[in-house]
Nanobody, 117 residues
Framework: QVQLVESGGGLVQPGGSLRLSCAAS????????MGWYRQAPGKQRELVAA???????IYADSVKGRFTISRDNAKNTAYLQMTSLKPEDTAVYYC???????????WGQGTQVTVSS
């Protein structure tokens, strides 16, 4: 079992910044994937950004140049730095963890990000 604890969501004005954190604990696979997804009301959950322990990050086109995903492998923590936030970034953001050797997958509880003036 892997537990994911997310933090960092909140209310921010357009153009502002937020940083989300996702700390994983428990049975961590040495090669794993951690990503951020989001779901706005009435829409499907979509990938925002993701990064494996050994790979390069991937981003949704809508956030390229504004969001940066990073991770601290020693702490099993992934971060999503969000800048130049827009109202359309408003959603519940979910952390996703996948153990690539063990074939496991877990989701965080979600954290609300609201971009509004």
């Amino acid at each position: 079992q892997v537990q994911l604890v997310e933090s960092g969501g909140g209310l921010v004005q357009p153009g502002g910044s937020l940083r989300l954190s996702c700390a994983a604990s428990g049975g961590i696979d040495s090669i794993n994937y951690m990503g951020w997804y989001r779901q706005a009301p009435g829409k499907q959950r979509e990938l925002v950004a993701a990064l494996t322990t050994i790979g390069t990050p991937i981003y949704a086109d809508s956030v390229k140049g504004r969001f940066t995903i990073s991770r601290d492998n020693a702490k099993n923590t992934a971060y999503l730095q969000m800048t130049s936030l827009k109202p359309e970034d408003t959603a519940v953001y979910y952390c996703n963890y996948r153990g690539l050797r063990l074939g496991s997958e877990y989701w965080g509880q979600g954290t609300q990000v609201t971009v509004s003036s």
